[in-house]
């Protein structure tokens, strides 16, 4: 499954980056609702005292439309960042996608005025190289 | 299709609440992504001057989990509202939705909350009598 391959590629490139991965998937209950963010991962920061936590939602933007894709990840983006903040308000929520879409549909003007108003984190990745390409809060 | 079936059951019960319905679907083009919300009605209030708007996207909640259903009705919500703003602002968005998941999964305290935080506005729909139980501004 090419989707499986895109998710194992994003784990490979957030550890080659110095992530540990601490949650695959990163699943739970809140108000009556099931969630499951794809990756969960920390940081040791070794300057701070603190930890850096990560939760990431991985998008292969390969199936349907564009736009229906995008519907949805910023529907998940929405409703992770909501729990997110009554469950682990520390924990920063990031949306990963695979550079082409990055490079093309993410710079139309209404993509990024959507992902600007929703304060959408975003992490760009290269599927094939498995490559961390970019961290982006936009 | 149920979803054909769906679609028709709020489209005449719109028209019985004496609405008219101007656009199946509402689709228009912004920011370079192409927009498709199920119906565009509008209905003539006595009193006022001005016509009453409503862009109405219609969802069954039969496929997948609810909660998958419910990321991907959100997010378009969301993005409905962005576009909507530039494009015609005085066009009130709708999500209807069925009774049945209305009256169950959409009670759940999750659900209540993340359709507060986005000011959701919802018509509960009977699919086989085709009519509106509620219009709600959660």
């Known amino acids: 499954m090419?989707?499986?391959?895109f998710h194992?590629?994003?784990?490979?490139?957030?550890e080659k980056d110095?992530?540990?991965?601490?949650h695959d998937p990163y699943a739970f209950e809140l108000g009556e609702v099931s969630f499951r963010i794809d990756l969960g991962a920390e940081r040791v920061?070794?300057?701070e005292k603190n930890d850096e936590k990560i939760a990431v939602e991985?998008?292969?933007?390969?199936?349907?439309?564009d736009t229906d894709?995008?519907?949805?990840?910023?529907?998940q983006y929405f409703n992770y960042l909501v729990a997110l903040e009554e469950r682990e308000p520390n924990r920063e929520l990031y949306l990963a996608v695979p550079k082409t879409t990055f490079d093309d549909f993410f710079q139309r003007p209404f993509v990024q005025k959507a992902l600007k108003r929703m304060n959408t984190k975003v992490i760009v990745y290269e599927p094939f190289n498995e490559i961390i390409e970019k961290w982006i809060k936009l």
């Not at 194992?8 to 957030?14: E, R, T, W």
């Not at 110095?18 to 601490?22: E, F, V």
């Not at 894709?69 to 529907?75: D, L, Q, R, T, V």
């Open 2 to 5: 090419a989707k499986d391959i």
């Open 8 to 14: 194992d590629a994003v784990k490979s490139a957030l």
């Open 18 to 22: 110095g992530w540990l991965i601490t």
């Open 45 to 47: 920061i070794a300057a």
């Open 58 to 65: 991985i998008k292969t933007f390969l199936a349907q439309s």
């Open 69 to 75: 894709s995008f519907h949805k990840a910023i529907g």
